[in-house]
């Protein structure tokens, strides 16, 4: 009846406004769907990607060796119809899934390496691989979860290649090595594949990336926006003095006297001339070398470490006190100290809009009370490469034994190091999901 009393025009305009109305929720009701429907064939999943989690923890691969793995990821995607590229960046893996319908680009990365780490015994898949990293014997280890992450891609994988017709845009599966590190002196990891150009062709729009938790109870997850992982920067310092027989130490300048100075004096630049309340900042001292004998007093000494900072002007002033500390302890004893910094790994840098919009998948994958705001951690990790191309979120995911004190659990980057596999099942669904839904709000 009141239509009846309309202009035209008024009535066009009237069925626009409603038509404005109808159609993001019908999008997002569309969106549910498709949201269930994944969560379905991640539970499905859940048996497959823990068999591939454990044949990949049983043959782990340190950085730039993931020969077999790279294999493996690749014969998988191959199957789903994908489009593989082998080989980037030495044994990277790059899978492209073309959605039904047009539309953004988005990029699911997971890392690929394992650690020179020797394997506690006692799981029935415990790594017993052997191999030589620097010259030394060392076993191999997936002490870090990466195993999990490969694992849990490849189910996403499986998952998304089974709604391709529902996903209005593009996913890119980057499955990367040696997010450890590279070899001194090589240059591998996130950095050589973003040179490589696994951003572009497609060009990517958003990238998302998890990390599994010892510590972080199974079903939860934990974000934050900004700042999320530190910026890694290895300092060296090398001290040279005069030598001398250790019987006339006033013959000599000390360089292992003014060493032991230097890494005293370090802790100052923390503790006394950061400022904390701003961001958290690290310097640590990792290794010493110098000297031969018990008599005689080494002509220099050389250290190495690392430095932790999650802020970019932080970290300048940071280099400079490390700097200024350095050359001035030591020439104040007549020695030198030449102090070189490398830079390793940005800031890993959650794009606060994009954490802003993803959140509510977040929350309906894992539950409103599972997803928690997380403090910034001083651990490095080089997603945040991929975060400097194109708006990035990378989030943390439980992988500890409910009703375990995390206090008790052996850390990342140690023998004793487990995961709860009952966890990867959200790990499936919450890539997924963010794929999907990403692209679905990008498209409408």
Same mark, same amino acid.
């Given at each position: 009846?009141?239509?009846?009393?309309?202009?035209?025009?008024?009535? @066009?305009?009237?069925?626009?406004?409603?038509?404005?109305?109808?159609?993001? &929720?019908?999008?997002?009701?569309?969106?549910?769907?498709?949201?269930?429907?994944?969560?379905? &064939?991640?539970?499905?999943?859940?048996?497959?990607?823990?068999?591939? @989690?454990?044949?990949?923890?049983?043959? %782990?691969?340190?950085?730039?060796?993931?020969?077999?793995?790279?294999?493996?990821?690749?014969?998988?995607?191959?199957?789903?119809?994908?489009?593989?590229?082998?080989?980037?960046?030495?044994?990277?893996?790059?899978?492209?899934?073309?959605?039904?319908?047009?539309?953004?680009?988005?990029?699911? @990365?997971?890392?690929?390496?394992?650690?020179?780490?020797?394997?506690?015994?006692?799981?029935? *898949?415990?790594?017993?691989?052997?191999?030589?990293? &620097?010259?030394?014997?060392?076993?191999?280890?997936?002490?870090?979860?990466?195993?999990?992450?490969?694992?849990?891609?490849?189910?996403?994988?499986?998952?998304?290649?089974?709604?391709?017709?529902? &996903?209005?845009?593009?996913?890119?599966?980057?499955?990367? %090595?040696?997010?450890?590190?590279?070899?001194?002196?090589?240059?591998?990891?996130?950095?050589?594949?973003?040179?490589?150009?696994?951003?572009?062709?497609?060009?990517?729009?958003?990238?998302?990336?998890?990390? #599994?938790?010892?510590?972080?109870?199974?079903?939860?997850?934990? *974000?934050? %926006?900004?700042? *999320?992982?530190?910026?890694?920067?290895? $300092?060296?310092?090398?001290?040279?003095?005069?030598?001398?027989?250790?019987?006339?130490?006033?013959?000599?300048?000390?360089?292992?006297?003014?060493?032991?100075?230097?890494?005293?004096?370090?802790?100052?630049?923390?503790?006394?001339?950061?400022?904390?309340?701003?961001?958290?900042?690290?310097?640590?001292?990792?290794?010493?070398?110098?000297?031969?004998?018990?008599? #005689?007093?080494?002509?220099?000494?050389?250290?190495?470490?690392?430095?932790?900072?999650?802020?970019?002007?932080?970290?300048?002033? #940071?280099?400079?006190?490390?700097?200024?500390?350095?050359?001035? #302890?030591?020439?104040?004893?007549?020695?030198?100290?030449?102090?070189?910094?490398?830079?390793?790994?940005?800031?890993?840098?959650?794009? %606060? @809009?994009?954490?802003?919009?993803?959140?509510?998948?977040?929350?309906?994958?894992?539950?409103?009370?599972?997803?928690?705001?997380?403090?910034?951690?001083?651990?490095?990790?080089? $997603?945040? *490469?991929?975060?400097?191309?194109?708006?990035?979120?990378?989030?943390?995911?439980?992988?500890?034994?409910?009703?375990?004190?995390?206090?008790?659990?052996?850390?990342?980057?140690?023998?004793?190091?487990?995961?709860?596999?009952?966890?990867?099942?959200?790990?499936?669904?919450?890539?997924?999901?963010?794929?999907?839904?990403?692209?679905?709000?990008?498209?409408?």
């Amino acid at each position: 009846m009141t239509f009846s009393l309309l202009s035209r025009p008024a009535l @066009r305009g009237a069925a626009l406004g409603l038509g404005a109305l109808l159609g993001p &929720l019908a999008a997002t009701a569309q969106n549910a769907a498709l949201d269930a429907r994944i969560a379905k &064939l991640a539970a499905a999943e859940e048996a497959k990607v823990i068999a591939w @989690r454990r044949d990949l923890h049983e043959h %782990p691969e340190l950085g730039n060796e993931e020969n077999r793995t790279a294999a493996l990821v690749a014969a998988h995607l191959k199957s789903l119809g994908f489009e593989v590229t082998t080989g980037v960046a030495r044994t990277g893996v790059v899978g492209i899934l073309r959605g039904g319908k047009p539309g953004p680009v988005v990029a699911l @990365r997971a890392d690929m390496d394992a650690l020179p780490v020797t394997e506690a015994p006692g799981l029935a *898949y415990a790594s017993t691989v052997k191999t030589t990293y &620097l010259g030394q014997a060392v076993g191999v280890m997936h002490a870090c979860g990466h195993d999990t992450h490969v694992a849990m891609l490849m189910g996403a994988a499986e998952v998304l290649a089974q709604v391709k017709k529902d &996903l209005p845009g593009t996913v890119k599966f980057i499955f990367q %090595p040696a997010e450890e590190g590279s070899v001194p002196g090589t240059e591998g990891g996130a950095k050589l594949m973003v040179k490589e150009g696994v951003m572009e062709n497609p060009k990517v729009d958003a990238v998302f990336g998890l990390h #599994i938790a010892s510590g972080i109870e199974v079903g939860n997850l934990r *974000y934050r %926006p900004e700042g *999320y992982y530190a910026a890694a920067d290895v $300092f060296q310092i090398v001290v040279k003095g005069k030598s001398a027989h250790g019987a006339a130490p006033w013959a000599s300048v000390d360089p292992v006297v003014v060493a032991a100075q230097i890494v005293l004096g370090l802790q100052t630049v923390v503790s006394r001339q950061t400022e904390l309340t701003k961001a958290a900042a690290v310097v640590t001292v990792g290794k010493i070398d110098g000297g031969v004998r018990n008599n #005689i007093i080494a002509e220099q000494v050389t250290m190495i470490g690392t430095i932790r900072t999650l802020d970019k002007g932080m970290q300048q002033k #940071i280099w400079a006190d490390v700097r200024r500390t350095a050359e001035g #302890i030591a020439a104040s004893a007549g020695a030198t100290a030449e102090v070189s910094i490398t830079p390793v790994v940005p800031v890993t840098y959650n794009d %606060p @809009r994009l954490t802003a919009q993803m959140l509510p998948t977040l929350r309906a994958v894992a539950g409103p009370t599972h997803v928690q705001l997380k403090e910034a951690t001083t651990g490095a990790e080089d $997603f945040s *490469y991929y975060a400097e191309k194109a708006p990035g979120l990378f989030v943390n995911l439980g992988g500890l034994a409910p009703g375990t004190d995390p206090a008790q659990v052996p850390s990342h980057h140690t023998a004793g190091f487990k995961i709860d596999e009952s966890g990867l099942e959200l790990g499936v669904k919450t890539l997924a999901t963010l794929a999907a839904d990403y692209l679905a709000q990008k498209h409408h």
